[in-house]
């Protein structure tokens, strides 16, 4: 059984040494408002972020400021990019989750960035998912050299000092279109959910899969020129993870993963179940 996808860093379970921590930031002052005239208006809530395409950071109040905003660019020329995504959504309670890892490639010089996102609010009522807008949560740069061609070595630090060594190998694989949707099936293993695709026509396409260095065993992470994306759905990412995979749209846009409407009645709470 394959073990839930990672990312690089503590996240890929390498031996790569851990930063001191930054110290926390001040907190921020606490401003009192004055209490509005007694006829005065209610004011209108802020709806907050909705645009899936420009998200708005998510920082709480005293926590360590993020090395990131999830726009960064990389747009070095002569340069080899590679894109991969993780998608994370479902049903169950909680904001579904999206994982951007941007690998670019000039001569013997490695750029990864890791952008890490959740939706603003989770609409169990829509048919969808995901559904809603996306927010920032964190972004990372790491920096390095890389050696090889088919099978390329990765030595990489991260713009807050950690260390990691990858190791990236060319092949071919087998990814379902980039508007497929995850169907729920019976499931062989204990604790975890299957899935199917639907349309289930898959075609050839070229990756990069990237394990650390000290873990080549582990769960890869996928990366392809054209874009790819492992999609999972309330935890059916038990099996091969390359069964998981979907074309990114050439648009970048994220295409529902599942449609609860299409699922079977018995994979779906009663209060959600709507007609076939």
Known sequence: MFARMTIIGALLGGSACQPTPA??????????????????????????????????????VGAPARRGTCDEALDTVGAQRWTGRAVTTGIMPGPSH???????????????????HHTTTKDRGQDDQPHGGWACV?????????SGGKRMTLRLTSDGGEASELVCTKRSVRVAGAQARRIRVPSTEEGCNASRWQPAKR???????????????????FVAAAGVEHVTYDNDDCGDPTTALRAVAKDG???PAMRISEQPD???????????
């Open 23 to 60: 110290p926390a930031p001040p907190r921020a002052a606490l401003v009192i408002a004055s209490a509005p005239p007694p006829n005065a208006a209610p004011a209108t809530p802020d709806p907050g972020p909705t645009l899936a395409t420009d998200p708005e950071p998510v920082v709480e």
């Open 98 to 116: 999206l994982t951007t890892r941007i690998l670019q490639r000039n001569q013997d010089v490695a750029t990864l960035v890791v952008q890490e």
């Open 138 to 146: 964190s972004s990372t740069t790491y920096q390095g050299t890389v």
């Open 203 to 221: 075609r050839t396409l070229e990756v990069l899969a990237c394990v650390s260095a000290s873990d080549p065993e582990g769960t890869p992470f």
């Open 253 to 255: 846009a994220i295409a």
């Open 266 to 276: 018995e994979y779906i709470p009663a209060d959600l179940r709507r007609p076939k």
